[in-house]
């Protein structure tokens, strides 16, 4: 079993920061890609930045020079730092992990429980 787990939410005025991070346990042989995804009332659930396997990092044009994704192979942990935060960052963020379970299994993808934002003055 594997379990994603997010944590670093919470309530910040316009122009603070937070960290968020998301702690991958269980049966793990290799994270491959990862990311970060918010869902706004009434709204679909967007990316917002997600490190591939390969190549460049992604970042939602509403979150670039703002927010960064980074992550920790060896805690198996993936962090979202945001700044300037503005009022509408508010959103339950979710992360998202393609994880192999063993050297000769695909990735499946796992979603953590959804940790949540709000920015308001």
């Known amino acids: 079993q594997v379990q994603l787990v997010e944590s670093g939410g919470g309530l910040v005025q316009p122009g603070g920061s937070l960290r968020l991070s998301c702690a991958a346990s269980?049966?793990?042989?290799?994270?491959?890609?990862v990311g970060w995804y918010r869902q706004a009332p009434g709204k679909q659930r967007e990316l917002v930045a997600r490190?591939?396997?390969?190549?460049?990092?992604v970042y939602a044009d509403s979150v670039k020079g703002r927010f960064t994704i980074s992550r920790d192979n060896a805690k198996n942990t993936v962090y979202l730092q945001m700044n300037s935060l503005k009022p509408e960052d508010t959103a339950v963020y979710y992360c998202?992990?393609?994880?192999?379970?063993?050297?000769?299994?695909?990735?499946?993808?796992?979603w953590g429980q959804g940790t949540q934002v709000i920015v308001s003055s």
């Open positions: 998202n992990a393609h994880i192999q379970q063993s050297m000769m299994e695909l990735s499946f993808v796992y």
């Open positions: 269980g049966s793990i042989f290799k994270i491959n890609a």
């Open positions: 490190i591939p396997s390969g190549g460049s990092t």
